[in-house]
């Protein structure tokens, strides 16, 4: 499956942006399928680690993730470590109107473990697909509120 990318433009901060993108412990304020989520250490830094737990078909599942990269407040990466369909992320943030706003562009690429092979193209793709714009909505939204 190609990776799935999505793009907003918002009207914060790159740095505003980038604070509240990377931070996972607000996960679950702007993505749908997102019930909870920890992290090991705030601010995060290369190497942090987030406990994140998703309704999936009408189950709760917990997965780990962790940040492999961060260059604030261009870009950043998380890498899926565990479960059977595994999120590698690239984030990266264009500065618009001389540094008053943001283009956020986030691309996922899914990888299928075991039994994550057969769920990944008969479910979990289609299902992410679906909710990564609307995730997009939401971030601009909550974002250009002012959280």
Do not use: C
């Amino acid at each position: 499956m190609p990776p799935i990318v999505v793009s907003a433009e918002i009207s914060r901060s790159p740095h505003d942006v980038f604070e509240y993108v990377t931070d996972p412990t607000k996960l679950s304020e702007w993505q749908e399928s997102v019930v909870r989520s920890e992290s090991s250490k705030t601010p995060v830094d290369v190497g942090t680690t987030a406990r994140v737990t998703r309704r999936v078909g009408g189950r709760e599942m917990t997965q780990s993730a962790e940040v492999a990269g961060l260059n604030p407040p261009t870009s950043w990466t998380v890498r899926g470590l565990d479960g059977p369909v595994r999120g590698d992320v690239k984030g990266t943030i264009d500065p618009l109107d001389n540094g008053t706003a943001s283009r956020v562009t986030i691309e996922l690429d899914l990888h299928g473990h075991g039994l994550g092979k057969l769920l990944l193209p008969l479910f979990v793709g289609r299902k992410v697909q679906d909710e990564m714009p609307r995730n997009m909505q939401h971030l601009k939204e909550r974002l250009e509120r002012g959280s």
